[in-house]
């Protein structure tokens, strides 16, 4: 799969939040959002 480039829609997905819940990209639909992956600070596992 190719890396989205700047400017491009992002997928449809769904994930758990910090609270565990099931949440989906398009429950969000219409306003502005900010996607912030922390990938365990670069550490193994």
């Known amino acids: 799969m190719a890396l989205p480039k700047v400017g491009d829609l992002a997928p449809a997905f ?4 910090q609270q565990g819940a099931d949440t989906t ?3 969000y639909k219409g306003h ?8 365990k600070a670069d ?3």
């Open 14 to 17: 769904s994930m758990r939040n």
């Open 25 to 27: 990209l398009e429950q």
């Open 32 to 39: 502005h959002v900010v996607l912030w992956w922390y990938p």
């Open 43 to 45: 550490t193994p596992g």
